[in-house]
């Protein structure tokens, strides 16, 4: 060890309430300068990073991206698919093909039926 983690922990342990209420300063000393500062929201281009990052570069810059997609799973407390269920699967289609921010709404699956 070198001398100066020794002599603090030395002075560490003869002012211990000092050394309490120091830490207890800085623990809340930190987040008040972190709000002070500031945020800075990052933006997808700041994760662009390496081959995948270039490659999605190269795909906005060609106006390629994916649109985003979202699937919704409907499930039967009791097992299989009930008239619940299936109500509340209709019910959703059509209320998200009355959005105008979704563009399409495809008609709801059955699951596959479980095999013995």
């Known amino acids: 060890m070198t001398q100066l983690p020794v002599r603090m922990a030395r ?58 997609t979202e699937q919704v799973l409907i499930r039967s407390r009791s097992g299989p698919p009930d008239a619940a269920a299936d109500a509340a699967a209709r019910d959703l289609t059509g209320r998200m093909r009355r959005l105008p921010q979704v563009d399409r709404v495809v008609a709801p699956s059955a699951p596959p039926t479980a095999r013995s």
Do not use: K, N, Y
């Not at 209420?21 to 300068?33: D, H, T």
């Open 11 to 68: 002075w560490s342990a003869r002012h211990a309430g000092r050394a309490i209420a120091g830490w207890f300063a800085f623990v809340v000393l930190c987040p008040g300068a972190g709000i002070a500062l500031g945020t800075h929201q990052a933006t997808s281009e700041d994760f662009r990073l390496g081959e995948a990052g270039r490659a999605e570069a190269i795909a906005a810059d060609g106006s390629l991206e994916r649109r985003p």
